[in-house]
């Protein structure tokens, strides 16, 4: 489903990732842990077409996303990869409903069809009596499901997370976890994770470690 090659990444004089080699399979979950300063993040930041390598070669679901032209990247990325990151990043000033939404109209999908397949996922997150609230009126960890439906709302291949739970407690942070799987078996997704969570890095398919740059 992923396969990196060779990937390198400098800012200035520094090198943050040094020749990265990793191939993730579909439907598996992942979890990247390592210290702070690492690459982690910016490792996911390129798998997720979010920043360029200075070399190498991304493939995702087939498609060699490394030769693409920004036009072509944008397009690939709302309806292939979905992103949740640390802090739900939702919208305030629009509900639940309509947060899950925009993903959809991005790519050209209608009303109807939009609010039905939103509807389809806030009531899988446990979340249909919230889908008119706007995040100020809503939990931690219903902020964090909503951003996942978000994720999910056009149906993408792959699941980028960014230490999705580093804000949580820790009861929502177990669900939040259980929901990752739940949502593999039903819907077929790969996940790839960052984390310092121990605990989601022991249940995860398989874990990648990464030190100065490389994965060790």
């Known amino acids: 489903m992923i396969q990196l090659q060779g990937i390198t990444k400098s800012f200035g004089s520094l090198q943050v990732l040094r020749g990265i080699d990793l191939n993730i399979d579909k439907g598996e979950i992942v979890s990247i842990v ?24 991304i493939t995702i679901d087939g498609t060699l996303v ?71 009126e809503l939990s931690g960890g219903e902020k964090q499901r909503v951003a996942v439906a978000r994720a999910l709302i056009n149906h993408p291949a792959v699941i980028l997370a960014d230490e999705p739970s580093g804000s949580l407690d820790t009861h929502n942070k177990e669900e939040l976890h259980q929901l990752f799987f739940d949502l593999r078996n039903r819907f077929g997704q790969t996940f790839v994770i960052v984390t310092h969570d121990e605990g989601l890095a022991r249940i995860t398919d398989r874990t990648v470690h990464m030190v100065d740059g490389e994965i060790v």
């Not at 390592?34 to 190498?56: E, F, N, R, V």
């Not at 409903?97 to 109209?105: H, S």
């Not at 939009?114 to 899988?124: N, P, Q, R, V, Y």
């Open 34 to 57: 390592g210290p702070s300063g690492a690459g982690k993040t910016t490792l996911l930041q390129i798998m997720g077409t979010l920043d360029a390598p200075d070399s190498g070669m």
């Open 66 to 136: 490394s030769r693409m032209k920004e036009k072509e990247l944008s397009a690939f990325r709302n309806k292939h990869i979905g992103f949740v990151f640390q802090f739900h990043q939702l919208l305030p000033e629009f509900t639940a409903l309509e947060n899950v939404m925009i993903p959809a109209f991005i790519a050209g999908v209608g009303q109807k069809e939009a609010t039905a397949s939103a509807l389809e996922l806030l009531d899988f997150m446990g979340l249909t009596d919230r889908a008119g609230h706007k995040p100020n």
